[in-house]
């Protein structure tokens, strides 16, 4: 007999290995700038102001052309596509597996993000409804 997957497994693989390469490329992304930082701190060692002075706009005019800031302001941008889309393939699958677990699932999510706020108002977890 022949393999045929169902079109649910086939989206719910496609959701899961998009939402891993974007959390992978979110992992790299950090530890690229942050490997940037830590190397371009070093600017502080040195004990001359004229020195460290000349070496940090040298980095800064690096950093202008390298697109650095965009890439660290990508990273929270990037794990949140990579949540969505696993919790995206998660309901899919648990939809086409038991449908009361699926409608648990966003119920308890809905209720949970719906009080938090009422019930410790200063965290973030809100709705438009809370």
Same mark, same amino acid.
């Given at each position: /007999?022949?393999? #045929? /997957?169902?079109? &649910?497994?086939?989206?719910? %693989? @496609?959701?899961?290995?998009?939402? *891993?390469?974007? #959390?992978?490329?979110? @992992?790299?992304?950090?530890? $690229? +700038?942050?490997?940037?930082?830590?190397?371009?701190?070093? =600017?502080?060692?040195?004990?001359? /102001?004229? !020195?460290?002075?000349?070496?940090?706009?040298?980095?800064?005019?690096? *950093?202008?052309? &390298?697109?650095? *800031?965009?890439?660290?302001?990508?990273?929270?941008? $990037? $794990?949140?596509? #990579?949540?969505?889309?696993?919790? +995206?393939?998660?309901?899919?699958?648990?939809?086409? *597996? %038991? !449908?009361? =677990?699926?409608?648990?699932? =966003?119920?308890?999510?809905?209720?949970?993000?719906?009080?938090? /706020?009422?019930? !410790?108002?200063?965290?973030?977890?809100? %709705?438009? $409804?809370?």
């Amino acid at each position: /007999p022949t393999f #045929s /997957p169902s079109s &649910s497994d086939v989206r719910v %693989n @496609a959701f899961w290995f998009t939402s *891993l390469v974007f #959390s992978l490329s979110a @992992a790299l992304s950090a530890t $690229l +700038v942050q490997q940037w930082v830590r190397y371009h701190m070093q =600017v502080f060692r040195y004990g001359h /102001p004229l !020195k460290s002075a000349r070496l940090r706009q040298y980095f800064y005019e690096g *950093l202008e052309g &390298s697109h650095m *800031l965009v890439v660290a302001q990508a990273v929270p941008g $990037l $794990l949140h596509v #990579s949540l969505f889309l696993f919790f +995206v393939g998660l309901l899919d699958s648990s939809w086409n *597996l %038991n !449908k009361v =677990v699926f409608r648990a699932t =966003v119920g308890l999510f809905y209720i949970f993000s719906t009080f938090a /706020p009422v019930i !410790k108002p200063q965290w973030p977890y809100q %709705n438009p $409804l809370s």
